[in-house]
């Protein structure tokens, strides 16, 4: 088949579901099938770039900017992003059909342009949702239900509606869908996350040296620094262990919150924790094997179960997870059975402290935890198991 992917931020952003693209178009790829990858970019010079990047042809087209810019800017650009593919990309499009389409949420904003490539190509589509909003940004406060919340619904709907199958990234999300949304009911089922088996990267990188880390456990966050992932929950962790001299908090990621924390660290005057703007992709797989914990952190009023792409990350290079999540989300089951990581919910501050500390002082324990990891995403969460998963429905 060929089989066109829709996202709104590809490599070399560092973002989890740009990471998770481009594994399942290489897996797809080497399945025998034709992929061609469509992504907005605000940085490249022509109206449309199409290149080929590891046997995977993408084309980028031209947008303003979706990420790093006032609300308002990114509404705007998000909310033309169909038209602005479509009549920037249209003739490619045209000359270029395809079999199926896999489409990536967020953005809640690609449904027009699929349901107009689905009626040109006559092909099916899947939806792989891994965000539903607006509804987590109502729960974590930073939307209310005014006009914008039902605009931003509608779309949503849209997005749910141009698609022939629907793929939530845990069981606990499936209530959003029970009984129906909008008068419709939607074919839905659970399509865990995914990350490659063969992550590039491993070795030495130097950065611990670099960074004058050297004899310190570092913990590590990589990816989106936003409101969903309340990043407060770790700087108030780092002011809680500032006496413990081995022990390192890293950050590194791009997001609406940076600025914000930057001041909160050094207000309180922390010395064990910075944030580093994103790097690519080879470098961010470097860090992450040099060091020692990989950490999650999600507002605890979210009552989806997001499965953070970083989490994938983590395991793919065998680290130990601590996780702070939201009360109920299915992370803490996954995590908890494999011997993976050390849970506990958001806003048990004490519990995290305690857990952090375990972690940082029993090598035995990260160890452990980082060969059960490892081995789960071997079993569950692989590329080839997605890619699978997806082509079942429309092998014929």
Same mark, same amino acid.
């Given at each position: 088949?060929?089989i066109?992917?829709?996202?709104?931020? #590809?490599l070399?952003?560092?973002?989890?579901?740009?990471?998770?693209i481009?594994d399942l178009?290489l897996?797809?790829l080497?399945?025998?099938?034709?992929?061609?990858?469509?992504?907005?970019?605000p940085?490249?010079?022509?109206?449309?770039?199409v290149?080929?990047?590891?046997?995977?042809?993408?084309?980028r087209v +031209?947008t303003? +900017?979706?990420?790093?810019v006032?609300k308002?800017h990114?509404?705007?650009a998000e909310i033309?992003?169909s038209?602005?593919?479509?009549?920037r990309a249209?003739?490619?499009?045209?000359? $270029?059909?395809c079999?199926?389409?896999?489409?990536?949420?967020?953005t809640?904003?690609?449904g027009?342009?699929v349901?107009r490539? +689905?009626?040109l190509?006559r092909?099916?589509?899947?939806?792989?949702l891994?965000d539903i909003?607006?509804?987590w940004a109502?729960e974590?406060?930073?939307?209310r239900?005014?006009?914008p #919340?039902?605009?931003?619904?509608?779309k949503e709907l849209?997005q #749910?509606?141009?698609?022939d199958?629907?793929?939530?990234?845990s069981?606990g999300?499936?209530?959003?869908?029970?009984?129906?949304?909008?008068?419709r009911?939607?074919?839905v089922e659970v399509l865990?996350?995914w990350?490659?088996?063969?992550a $590039?990267? *491993?070795?030495k990188?130097?950065y611990?040296?670099?960074?004058?880390?050297? $004899?310190?456990v570092v913990?590590?966050?990589?990816?989106n620094i936003g409101?969903?992932?309340?990043i407060d929950n770790?700087v108030?962790?780092?002011n809680?262990l500032?006496?413990?001299?081995?022990?390192?908090?890293l950050l590194?990621?791009?997001?609406?919150?940076?600025v914000?924390?930057?001041?909160?660290i050094?207000?309180?005057g922390?010395?064990?924790i910075?944030? @580093?703007?994103?790097v690519?992709?080879e470098?961010?797989? *470097?860090?992450?094997?040099?060091f020692d914990?990989?950490i999650?952190?999600?507002?605890r009023n979210?009552?989806?179960?997001?499965f953070?792409? +970083?989490?994938?990350?983590?395991m793919?290079?065998g680290?130990?997870?601590?996780?702070s999540? $939201?009360?109920g989300?299915?992370?803490r089951?996954?995590?908890?059975e494999?011997?993976a990581?050390?849970c506990?919910d958001?806003g048990?501050d004490e519990q995290l402290r305690?857990?952090?500390?375990?972690l940082?002082?029993?090598?035995?324990?990260r160890e452990a935890?980082g @060969?059960?990891?490892?081995?789960?995403?071997e079993?569950?969460y692989?590329?080839?198991?997605?890619a699978?998963?997806i082509?079942?429905?429309?092998?014929?």
């Amino acid at each position: 088949m060929r089989i066109l992917i829709l996202i709104d931020d #590809y490599l070399p952003s560092m973002k989890s579901g740009a990471k998770m693209i481009h594994d399942l178009g290489l897996e797809l790829l080497h399945q025998g099938h034709e992929v061609i990858l469509l992504t907005p970019s605000p940085v490249i010079g022509a109206t449309v770039e199409v290149s080929g990047e590891h046997g995977l042809q993408v084309v980028r087209v +031209k947008t303003d +900017k979706l990420k790093g810019v006032s609300k308002l800017h990114r509404a705007w650009a998000e909310i033309t992003l169909s038209s602005t593919l479509w009549r920037r990309a249209g003739t490619f499009l045209k000359e $270029n059909p395809c079999d199926l389409i896999i489409y990536y949420s967020p953005t809640i904003f690609l449904g027009a342009l699929v349901r107009r490539l +689905k009626l040109l190509w006559r092909c099916p589509s899947y939806l792989v949702l891994r965000d539903i909003f607006p509804k987590w940004a109502v729960e974590a406060g930073v939307l209310r239900k005014g006009l914008p #919340y039902w605009y931003f619904r509608y779309k949503e709907l849209a997005q #749910y509606r141009a698609a022939d199958m629907i793929g939530v990234e845990s069981a606990g999300n499936l209530a959003h869908f029970s009984g129906g949304l909008g008068g419709r009911r939607f074919s839905v089922e659970v399509l865990p996350s995914w990350a490659s088996v063969n992550a $590039n990267g *491993a070795g030495k990188s130097g950065y611990r040296r670099q960074l004058g880390l050297e $004899n310190k456990v570092v913990f590590f966050y990589g990816g989106n620094i936003g409101v969903a992932q309340d990043i407060d929950n770790i700087v108030r962790l780092a002011n809680g262990l500032r006496e413990h001299d081995n022990i390192f908090f890293l950050l590194v990621g791009e997001g609406s919150e940076i600025v914000r924390l930057n001041q909160s660290i050094r207000a309180l005057g922390l010395h064990n924790i910075k944030i @580093r703007p994103a790097v690519p992709e080879e470098h961010y797989l *470097a860090m992450l094997h040099e060091f020692d914990v990989g950490i999650l952190s999600l507002h605890r009023n979210l009552t989806s179960h997001n499965f953070p792409g +970083k989490m994938l990350g983590y395991m793919s290079c065998g680290k130990p997870v601590l996780a702070s999540i $939201n009360p109920g989300n299915d992370i803490r089951r996954v995590l908890e059975e494999a011997g993976a990581g050390l849970c506990c919910d958001n806003g048990d501050d004490e519990q995290l402290r305690e857990a952090a500390v375990r972690l940082a002082y029993d090598p035995t324990m990260r160890e452990a935890m980082g @060969r059960n990891s490892r081995l789960l995403l071997e079993t569950k969460y692989s590329d080839r198991a997605a890619a699978d998963q997806i082509l079942s429905h429309f092998r014929t």
